[in-house]
């Protein structure tokens, strides 16, 4: 299985920040690779496809890039609206696997 | 718009089988293969497998095989997950979710089950 490395586990940044979340996969998964943002209670929902492309709808402060074994998730500029936890996911290889999470605090 | 509805949640001691369902709505049921993903408390996310409502073809993380059977009824568009022998540590809360414009995107979710297995 292929396995993904996040991090940091958790983070604590203030409004206006500029955020960034790696996650780094055990073998080139190209651009094989979703992030997710939880909010507490709810079910994720999905912010960036194939590594690097927005969501409809999400704004626009969100960003993603990275191929082969390296990925990373930005928040341009932290809004307090976007405290949640983050996952990455790979589907290059079955079973998907996500990343461990990384929890979003505002300082 | 598509939406998945899940089944309430569920108490179930050690050893006993859980049954949760996902019935799907807004769009046609066998154009997107649905997966299951499993949350324990405070824990991250788990794929547990997907099956697709077109054929009934499915595919276990080996982890649940033998412990995890995924049907589709194609009568009330709905898919089942059964769990069997329990333990606490599957304790979670349980998601039915489809991709249904990016390949193994998720971008549909069911609102979750939560399945608690104690004494």
């Known amino acids: 299985d292929i396995q993904m490395i996040q991090s940091p586990s958790s983070l604590s940044a203030s409004v206006g920040d500029r955020v960034t979340i790696t996650c780094q996969a055990s073998?080139?998964?190209?651009?094989?690779l979703h992030w997710y943002q939880q909010k507490p209670g709810k079910a994720p929902k999905l912010l960036i496809h194939?590594?690097?492309n927005l969501e409809t709808g999400v704004p626009s402060r969100f960003s993603g890039s990275g191929s082969g074994t390296d990925f990373s998730f930005t928040i341009s500029s932290l809004q307090a609206e976007d405290i949640a936890t983050y996952y990455c996911?790979?589907?290059?290889?079955?079973?998907?696997?996500f990343g461990q999470g990384t929890r979003l605090e505002i300082k | 718009q598509a939406q998945l509805v899940q089944s309430g949640g569920e108490l179930k001691k050690p050893g006993a089988s859980v049954k949760v369902s996902c019935k799907a709505s807004?769009?046609?049921?066998?154009?997107?293969?649905i997966s299951w993903v499993r949350q324990a408390p405070g824990q991250g996310l788990e794929w547990m497998g997907w099956?697709?409502?077109?054929?009934?073809?499915?595919d276990y993380v080996q982890k649940f095989q033998g412990r995890v059977t995924m049907t589709t009824d194609s009568s009330t568009n709905t898919v089942n997950m059964e769990l069997r022998t329990l333990k606490s540590d599957d304790t979670a809360v349980y998601y039915c979710?489809?991709?249904?414009?990016?390949?193994?995107?998720?971008?549909?979710w069911g609102q979750g089950t939560m399945v608690t297995v104690s004494s």
């Open positions: 194939d590594a690097s």
């Open positions: 073998q080139d998964i190209s651009d094989s």
């Open positions: 807004g769009y046609t049921f066998t154009d997107y293969g």
């Open positions: 996911q790979q589907y290059d290889n079955l079973p998907i696997t």
């Open positions: 979710a489809i991709p249904s414009r990016r390949h193994w995107a998720f971008d549909i």
């Open positions: 099956i697709s409502p077109y054929n009934g073809d499915t």
